[in-house]
């Protein structure tokens, strides 16, 4: 049976989050980063924790942050990360680096690893348990939505340099899910290069990654704007679900 952890990725330097737009109110003393920022009355970290909480096929939860932030985000924070059963990791220089260190965390009863950005907040239960059913089944899914609009490609200087053809072409999003072993091994093959996503490591290692159609409502939030839409669609699109904490089914007893 699979057993899945997941990692939410929390540890970007939100350069592009206007957070003058943003007052963090409760979360004053933490940096002023868009998965801090209040949406709905919780930060929007909470809200992408909680869509995976409420599973029964969830055995851990990894929270990865930027080292800079732990000592507010544990002081402010301490008490529903204990509750919840999260555990807590420092992040890397880069994403890719913070996900291994994610991955390292996980405990030796995790069969399936789903990498999810924090700053997703609306993703559904529905989304969730396909992408879960499909990477049980073939090995790696991501969510992900086909491109509806027209492409161009343009050059330094603005001008278009070419129409690309959409046929074929998605957007990836989170949760990103594969077989703990595939997605380790593909971190020992990665060298020096500098993946994107988890599906791009995936691939260079030569491993299949399945395409499961995701939501639109799905968004990443990147600006002040991301969040106020988010706000608007969060009635509709947050999974509906009480969180749970989470326990580890082993039943070794050792510490």
């Known amino acids: 049976m699979e057993r899945f952890g997941v990692i939410l990725a929390a540890a970007g330097r939100s350069t592009r989050f206007m957070t003058e737009q943003n007052p963090l109110d409760a979360w004053h003393r933490l940096p002023p980063r868009k998965i801090y920022a209040d949406l709905a009355g919780k930060p929007v970290w ?55 260190r994610g991955l390292a965390a996980l405990g030796p009863n995790i069969t399936h690893v789903a990498v999810h950005d924090a700053a997703r907040p609306l993703v559904t239960r529905d989304a969730i348990d396909r992408v879960f059913a499909t990477a049980g089944e073939f090995g790696a899914a991501i969510l992900a939505t086909p491109i509806v609009g027209t492409i161009k490609r343009v050059q330094a200087d603005d001008v278009i340099e070419t129409t690309v053809p959409r046929d074929g072409l998605w957007e990836a999003q989170t949760p990103q899910v594969s077989r703990v072993d595939w997605l380790r091994d593909a971190f020992q093959k990665r060298g ?47 999974p509906s679900t009480k969180p749970r904490p989470l326990f580890d089914d082993d039943d070794d007893d050792d510490e």
């Open 46 to 100: 909470k809200h992408s924790a909680d869509a995976f909480l409420s599973r029964s096929d969830i055995g851990q939860i990894v929270l990865v942050i930027s080292p800079d932030d732990r000592e507010a985000f544990q002081e402010q924070h301490r008490g529903q990360l204990a509750l919840l059963g999260i555990d807590l990791v420092d992040g890397g220089a880069e994403r890719v680096d913070s996900v291994e």
């Open 192 to 238: 020096d290069r500098q993946p994107t996503d988890e599906a791009q490591l995936l691939q260079d290692a030569g491993y299949p990654v399945r395409v499961v159609l995701g939501d639109r409502t799905n968004l990443k939030i990147t600006t002040a704007d991301d969040l106020q839409f988010a706000g608007n669609l969060l009635p509709k699109a947050s």
